[in-house]
């Protein structure tokens, strides 16, 4: 479930569920990669405030479990944006210049892999091969495959849809 940060309730953790998933597993420190799958599933995300409530249920230190969250990507320290922005780093698209689209994101949007822009609007994930490599290099935004890439041409996608949102505002 994506959505803005107002709608996602950011700020607002819900210590009894936290309370109700740390029960679930006993309060067991070996169990802290499940107990964070579960805050995600229930977030979207894993709050930073949560990690320290965490810690203290299981008496481990926060920096362990912020460790945790930041070693493996299946774990967001954010809520995702509206519009998921996956840009493909598979080999062809590798070779054919993700890196110059990479920084055409960047530079547009201020976000690397794993970010959300400070208006909740756009999450970048780098993935693997997205299956049209013939195409590449290879962007999908909320569903919609951005084929043939350019850094030029990616502005110009973006841009569109910083506008289609400013237009549904007014
Ligand atoms: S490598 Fe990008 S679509 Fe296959």
Redesign the pocket.
């Known amino acids: 479930m994506a959505g803005t940060a107002e709608t996602l309730g950011v700020g607002i953790i819900p210590y009894e569920k936290i309370d109700e998933i740390v029960k679930k597993y006993k309060g067991d420190s070996s169990a802290i990669i499940p107990i964070l799958q579960d805050i995600q599933e229930l977030m979207d995300y894993v709050p930073k405030d949560s990690i320290a409530y965490m810690a203290e249920k299981l008496g481990v230190s926060p920096a362990k479990i912020y460790g945790i969250v930041t070693f493996y990507a299946q774990f967001r320290l954010q809520p995702m944006g509206k519009y998921m922005i996956m840009l493909?780093e598979?080999?062809?698209?590798?070779v054919n210049g993700a890196k110059l689209i990479s920084g055409a994101i960047t530079d547009e949007l201020g976000i690397r892999g794993g970010e959300t822009t400070p208006d909740g609007l756009f999450t970048l994930e780098k993935v693997a091969?997205?299956?049209?490599?013939s195409?590449?290099?290879?962007m999908v935004i909320g569903g919609e495959t951005y084929a043939k890439l350019t850094p030029d041409a990616t502005r110009k996608i973006i841009k569109e849809y910083q506008q289609k949102e400013e237009a549904a505002q007014n």
Request: proline fraction near 7%.
């Open positions: 493909c598979g080999t062809a698209c590798h091969c997205i299956g049209c490599c195409l590449s290099p290879v």
